[in-house]
């Protein structure tokens, strides 16, 4: 079935250094793919978007593109900070003729950035 | 302002009690899901539904129950039968489909379960 795999964490950086959180899929079909992030004690907050190859998802300075050749959707961003201190997950959607808009995450990657 | 609510936001329980948490969203979002988390897991997909008065499994529906008796309201009933109920459960909800954006999942804060 499909499936998401994302980098071990934690991962931790000083601040303003930069991220890449790496996040590679298995799907069948041509799934949406979606960063969340999570910060302590809350639900989650979609971060950024991609609904077909090539496309890129951006975000408070977060970015990520879909990458069918590789299958992957890894994030990026140039200069962290310590409010970005947070997990990220990410998730891609079934787009098949269902539709029924369930996710499939990764298993998260926590972000801790020291001043 | 428009939004999910869970309810309540940390519970404690007995071991062979059923508890209910609630989900609630006035986004007048069609489709409405649960899911669980675990420390160091992704979330697992609980129940959703797309309609009033229907839903399906997700991939870890054993031991768990839920009701759309309204468009609104999404309830999820632990049971005794679920054999490791501590956990982070959230809720989210998704507008129909058809419409732009519409696979984005908007979630709630979270309800937190501890099983003594």
């Known amino acids: 079935g499909d499936s998401v795999t994302q980098m071990e964490g934690p991962v931790t950086l000083s601040e303003e250094a930069f991220l890449t959180i790496n996040c590679t899929y298995t799907?069948?079909?041509?799934?949406?793919l979606f960063w969340y992030v999570q910060y302590p004690g809350e639900g989650l907050q979609l971060l950024l978007k991609a609904t077909k190859a090539d496309d890129k998802g951006s975000n408070k300075g977060f970015e990520a593109t879909y990458r069918k050749e590789t299958t992957s959707f890894h994030l990026e961003k140039g200069s962290v900070q310590v409010s970005d201190s947070a997990v990220y997950f990410c998730?891609?959607?079934?787009?098949?003729?269902?539709?029924?808009?369930?996710?499939?995450f990764g298993q998260g990657t926590t972000l801790q950035v020291k001043p | 302002d428009g939004g999910i609510t869970q309810s309540p936001k940390y519970l404690f329980r007995k071991e062979g009690q059923n508890v209910t948490l609630s989900c609630e969203q006035n986004?007048?979002?069609?489709?409405m899901y649960w899911y669980r988390q675990d420390p160091g897991q992704g979330l697992r997909l609980i129940y959703y539904s797309q309609i009033v008065n229907d839903f399906q499994k997700g991939d870890i529906a054993e031991g768990y129950s839920v009701s759309r008796e309204k468009k609104e309201s999404f309830p999820l009933t632990v049971t005794s039968a679920q054999k490791n109920p501590t956990a982070f459960y959230l809720c989210?909800?998704?507008?129909?489909?058809?419409?732009?954006?519409?696979?984005?999942?908007?979630f709630g804060a979270g309800s937190r379960l501890t099983v003594l």
């Open positions: 799907a069948t079909g041509y799934p949406s």
């Open positions: 986004l007048n979002h069609d489709a």
């Open positions: 998730a891609l959607s079934d787009t098949g003729s269902s539709n029924t808009g369930k996710l499939i």
């Open positions: 989210a909800s998704r507008m129909d489909r058809g419409i732009s954006g519409a696979n984005v999942l908007t």
